[in-house]
């Protein structure tokens, strides 16, 4: 296992599409984050799964946005009726319960929506 | 207000020279942790040193040290003779909450841009 990896790199879409992305965790680690990072600034934490459990939502992820772990190993993120406005990187990470060890993050999957 | 205050948008060394990368951090918890990640141009987040609020000493990872200053609220990132590698964004991050799940976030600085030079 090299780490965590997320599919696709690059993403174009068209405003109105609905577009999914997959993150491939650590297969060790049970949590599993999302965190959307727009240009000039720091990740901003989405979404939290314990195994399949989603425990925690930010206010940022709106409606349209869904996100799945089934069975407690990968995990999607969907974003339905894309706007300009959800343009950025998204980032994907997973963590076991040890402490102190931060997260492993993914290489992130880039949408631009035009 | 910022939970992670980064100051520095941009930072240039030399190589082989140190550079101390700042981060100020706000929270009311006792039990808090903060880390250091480097983000070069290809995107994906690297851990680079972690320090939690009841460790004693600053934390080492190799040519990384963490200026720990607890009264302060500062935890800057010290990195000793620079390398060309070294060229990227540094984001300082602190592991806040505990909720009922026991979850805990990454809440991040803005970041730093690091260029070093020949």
């Known amino acids: 296992d090299t780490g965590v990896s997320q599919d696709p790199r690059h993403k174009i879409t068209k405003r109105g599409q609905n577009v999914t992305f997959r993150c491939d965790p650590i297969s060790e680690h049970n949590r599993l984050y999302w965190y959307r990072q727009t240009l000039g600034q720091g990740p901003e934490f989405l979404t939290y799964f314990q195994n399949e459990a989603q425990l925690e939502k930010s206010r940022l992820l709106s409606d349209r946005f869904s996100a799945e772990r089934p069975k407690g190993s990968f995990s999607t993120l969907e974003i339905q009726r894309t706007e300009q406005g959800d343009s950025a990187m998204y980032l994907c990470?997973?963590?076991?319960?040890?402490?102190?060890?931060?997260?492993?993050f993914g290489s992130g999957t880039r949408l631009t929506v035009v | 207000a910022q939970k992670i205050t980064q100051t520095q948008p941009g930072m240039f060394v030399q190589e082989k020279e140190a550079v101390t990368l700042d981060c100020t951090y706000d929270?009311?918890?006792?039990?808090?942790?903060l880390f250091w990640y480097k983000q070069p141009s290809s995107g994906e987040m690297i851990f680079l040193i972690y320090q939690g609020s009841y460790d004693q000493q600053n934390a080492t990872e190799g040519r990384y040290s963490l200026n720990f200053q607890k009264a302060r609220k500062s935890a800057n990132l010290v990195i000793s003779a620079s390398q060309l590698g070294d060229s990227a964004m540094y984001f300082c991050a602190m592991r806040e909450g505990r909720g009922n799940t026991g979850f805990q976030k990454l809440v991040f600085g803005t970041g730093t841009r690091l260029l070093v030079s020949p």
């Open positions: 929270t009311s918890d006792p039990s808090y942790g």
């Open positions: 990470a997973s963590s076991s319960q040890r402490e102190g060890y931060g997260y492993t």
